[in-house]
Every structure is written in C-alpha cells, then in structure tokens.
C-alpha cells in the first residue's frame, strides 16, 4: 500500500472565509502515486473546518449569513461562556461543529472522484493566523 501525508498552511485574512484547496489537495494525490484509494482532508484546527460543496459565490455568502445567525461573533464572555477564559472566539467552536472537521474522498484511476460540481473547501472561523490542514492518501 502506498501513502502520502501532506499539510497546507493557510493564513486567511478575515476571521471568516473560505479558501477552495481542491487543486492542491489534487496535486497531493497526484503525487502520491495512488490509483485506487481515499483521501482524507482535515482541518487541524478547532476553529476551522473542511467541507465539500459547489464553489459559487452566492452560496458561500448564503453560508457565511446563516453561520453568523446560528452562532454570531460577539467576542465578550456575555453570549458564550468559552470567552470567559480570555478567548474570544466561542462562535468560531460552534461554526466548525456545524460545517464539519473532515472529509474522505474516493481516488479512482488516480483522480479524486467527485460528483457534478464538488470541490474540496477549508473554512475559517477564527483567521488572521497560520492554520494546518492535514491531506493524507492511503491506497494502491
């Protein structure tokens, strides 16, 4: 069985973003020399996520608008209890809960093997700093 462990470090300057990684995340597994495997793509942080879904604009904002509903900035100990220890980032916990950690796509003929319009996103919740996203690559 081969493999391949690879990290991205991505510095995203808002505190909420998202940065499409499928091309780099394509040339991992291209490198790797796999061609029939998974790949898996985690966001190595508490405060970020890796999702799939279609890469238009609209939708991303429509993402971000119903995020900030569901759990919105508000950087005083008041609204999450998180921020009583000095943090200020509660909303980013909650925001990485609800649009995952990970995901695992299938390598077929030693291409990612997606469906109509799927690409491969990191979500920020919490940027301005480095953060590592882990892509590893097991198969034959």
Request: with cysteine; hydrophobic share 35%; proline share 4%.
């Amino acid at each position: 069985m081969k493999s391949l462990t690879e990290y991205l470090t991505l510095n995203v300057p808002k505190r909420m973003d998202f940065v499409n990684i499928t091309h780099q995340v394509e040339e991992a597994v291209q490198r790797s020399g796999v061609q029939e495997g998974l790949c898996l793509v985690n966001a190595m942080h508490i405060t970020a996520s890796v999702f799939i879904n279609d890469d238009e604009s609209g939708l991303h904002q429509d993402y971000k608008d119903w995020l900030e509903k569901l759990a919105p900035f508000d950087p005083s100990p008041k609204v999450y209890r998180h921020n009583r220890t000095g943090e200020d980032n509660g909303d980013a916990h909650h925001k990485r809960q609800i649009m995952g950690r990970e995901v695992v796509v299938a390598v077929t003929k030693g291409r990612l093997d997606f469906g109509p319009w799927e690409q491969i996103f990191y979500g920020e919740f919490d940027g301005r700093r480095a953060k590592r996203v882990l892509v590893k690559i097991l198969g034959e």
